[in-house]
């Protein structure tokens, strides 16, 4: 059986964290972007982090946020990855003592190939859905068939992921991940433990059933 892994980005609460968990979600995402409707402040961060079982990645989301508030961030909050939403470069994101993933907005095939190869050192890419103004949680999907057949790095695909698209998803991108924030939502940072279940039910079900044969198992 391959294995395709589930983010459940946009936290806020720890029983929404603890539902993920409880689902078989593999990582969470909190949001330090002030201006996003799911940011969370260092405390609840804090406290939703301190309620993880062990084997739980926590992944703290950034949006050109500066090397200071990257590292007051990390010296409240012992997060593992760290995911950059903007228009950081390589060297932005490097240095800060955690491994990161690039999210970058998908627009044609040949660009992302170019994004891609300008972070070599990156642990993975998140590919979502270009919306101008926005650095993502669009809640919009992208055309799938521009995401590369050997894009280098492990890809985490989002953007306007669903219980109901998310099994599709798999079997026409073969992702390593898989990212919701919105398509698990009751309001915006709320999530809901059923859907929470019924989307990683999916993801599952994609890699058990006869398209799962054919899902690449990339690893970090």
């Avoid at 459940?8 to 964290?17: F, L, V, Y």
């Avoid at 990390?74 to 491994?99: I, S």
């Avoid at 999210?103 to 300008?118: G, K, N």
Wanted: net charge negative; glycine share 10%.
């Amino acid at each position: 059986m391959t294995i395709v892994r589930s983010k459940i980005c946009g936290i806020t609460r720890i029983e929404d964290a603890l539902a993920a968990v409880a689902a078989g979600a593999d990582a969470i995402g909190l949001v330090f972007y002030a201006k996003s409707p799911r940011a969370v402040s260092l405390e609840q961060a804090r406290a939703i982090v301190r309620a993880l079982p062990p084997f739980v990645t926590s992944v703290g989301l950034f949006v050109n946020a500066g090397r200071e508030a990257v590292a007051q961030t990390l010296a409240q909050v012992p997060l593992d990855l760290l995911q950059f939403h903007g228009d950081e470069t390589a060297a932005d994101c490097e240095g800060h003592g955690r491994p990161y993933i690039k999210a970058l907005r998908v627009r044609s095939q040949d660009e992302v190939i170019e994004q891609i190869a300008a972070y070599p050192n990156a642990s993975g890419v998140l590919l979502d859905t270009y919306v101008e103004g926005l650095p993502g949680g669009t809640g919009a999907a992208f055309d799938w068939s521009l995401v590369p057949e050997n894009p280098g790095l492990p890809v985490i695909l989002a953007g306007g992921l669903t219980p109901a698209n998310v099994r599709e998803a798999i079997e026409r991108v073969r992702p390593y991940a898989v990212d919701v924030s919105g398509g698990v939502e009751i309001a915006k940072g709320i999530k809901d433990a059923g859907r929470i279940r019924a989307f990683i039910d999916q993801v599952r079900a994609a890699c058990d059933g006869p398209a799962g044969a054919a899902v690449h198992n990339q690893t970090f």
